[in-house]
């Protein structure tokens, strides 16, 4: 079945965004609740992922926020359909509180990151679309299309599960994710 590049592009950006959910952003601890605990500590989980672990999703870690932030993120699974994935991490997130602009600087540093596992792709033997200029990507940066991403240009829903993961693994591409 042929998957619209779209689809995945957005699920590719609502992963990003919800993967790079900050813990600086705690609640006060509801100590009664264990579904608030947090796996890293006894820190209780912001409200937006209390509501995405509420309705299906699993927090499988922690890690290094993918925008080049220094605060932790979570890393989530899911087995729910894409669609209801997305519409989840939508209402969800209209629970986040608001956050800072990503600096120039830091565009820049998710910039460089993704050209580089652009190069990764290449070196594999696949041809992804070029980058654009450092000006153009901060420009769309917040644009509603959202901004050029390494994998722009591959049809990576196609790809066998083996060569996905080869990839994957090889080139960092870590909340890039296909149902």
């Known amino acids: 079945m042929a998957v ?19 813990c600086s952003n705690r609640q006060s601890p509801d100590d009664s609740d264990p579904a608030t605990q ?23 870690g922690d890690s290094p926020r993918p925008d080049g932030g220094r605060d932790a993120g979570y890393e989530f699974e899911s087995d729910l359909p894409t669609d209801e994935a997305l519409r989840i991490i939508d209402e969800c ?17 998710v910039y460089d990151d993704w050209v580089g596992q652009r190069a990764c ?17 901060i420009e769309d940066w917040q644009s509603p299309h959202g901004p050029w991403m390494p994998i722009d240009g591959l049809q990576y829903w196609l790809w066998p599960d083996e060569e996905y993961e080869n990839a994957k693994s090889h080139c960092g591409l870590d909340f890039y994710e296909r149902s």
């Open 38 to 60: 947090s796996p890293v500590g006894e820190e209780t989980l912001p409200r937006h992922v209390q509501c995405m672990v509420e309705r299906g999703f699993r927090i499988s």
């Open 93 to 109: 997130r209209q629970l986040e509180p608001p956050r800072a602009p990503l600096s120039d600087d830091e565009i820049q540093a």
């Open 4 to 22: 619209p590049a779209r689809a995945y592009r957005a699920l590719a950006v609502a992963a990003l965004i919800v993967v790079s959910i900050s």
């Open 121 to 137: 792709l290449v070196n594999l033997g696949y041809q992804p679309a070029d980058p654009p200029s450092i000006e153009k990507f």
